[in-house]
């Protein structure tokens, strides 16, 4: 069975503070995919990032930085200079490339609030 | 180059009456996801459509649950004989045809229903 945890459930910074939103993954399959998704109060759920798991490779984008450590089976998200914007739920997500390919499984979220 | 789209957006309803939702997926986007989330959780994974093919359902989907996907274009999901637990927010989403398992879901934003 594939599992996320989200550890954090809440997380309140004052503005232009760094922030990391960590992600711990747990899957039998040694082909999979990683992302994170933003959910603002409207309830969209915005794709921010995927990863393969054959890509270790940390990623940048603008203020936002991923880095996946598959030793750790970690997948944690940075924003640098957070902004009021920034407020909103965090998920990550997981899914598999066996026989449940299209499925996602999600974390319960990390609520993160960004104070002016 | 328009988003997932749903609707509709808000719906309460009294306990035993039947709601449909719709969506419309992204154009060219072959498979399409249902999924639930409730308050304080990320979202469980209900039913997927491959074109008009419905090739799982998740035990979360009761009998009162049907979706449908007639033409393997929009899809519409019926609760007949609504209950109060029924009271989440329904999330649809697509992603295109399967060139890799990797391909990003992108979601709508959301059928908030309400069962008083």
């Known amino acids: 069975a594939q599992k996320v945890t989200q550890a954090q459930t809440e997380i309140s910074v004052v503005e232009k503070e760094d922030v990391t939103l960590d992600c711990v993954y747990e899957t039998r399959d040694t082909t999979y995919y990683l992302f994170w998704y933003k959910q603002p109060p409207s309830g969209e759920l915005v794709f921010l990032i995927r990863?393969?798991?054959?890509?270790?490779q940390n990623e940048i984008s603008g203020r936002y930085s991923w880095n996946f450590q598959k030793s750790t089976s970690s997948f944690n998200f940075t924003i640098t200079a957070s902004q009021v914007v920034d407020s909103a739920v965090y998920f990550c997500a997981l899914k598999g490339a066996g026989g449940s390919n299209y499925k996602l499984t999600f974390g319960k979220g990390t609520l993160l609030t960004v104070n002016p | 180059d328009t988003g997932v789209s749903q609707n509709p957006r808000h719906k309460i309803t009294k306990r035993g009456q039947n709601v449909t939702f719709r969506c419309d997926p992204i154009s060219e986007h072959n498979r399409l996801y249902w999924y639930r989330q409730t308050l304080g959780q990320g979202p469980e994974f209900l039913t997927y459509?491959?074109?008009?093919?419905?090739?799982?359902k998740s035990r979360l989907l009761s009998d009162r649950f049907s979706a449908e996907r007639p033409k393997g274009s929009f899809s519409t999901l019926e609760i007949q004989r609504t209950e109060q637990g029924d009271s989440a927010m329904y999330l649809c989403?697509?992603?295109?045809?399967?060139?890799?398992?990797?391909?990003?879901?992108?979601f709508g934003e959301g059928s908030w229903l309400t069962v008083v």
């Open positions: 989403a697509s992603s295109p045809p399967d060139s890799f398992s990797g391909n990003t879901i992108y």
């Open positions: 990863r393969n798991s054959f890509d270790e």
């Open positions: 459509f491959q074109n008009e093919a419905q090739l799982e």
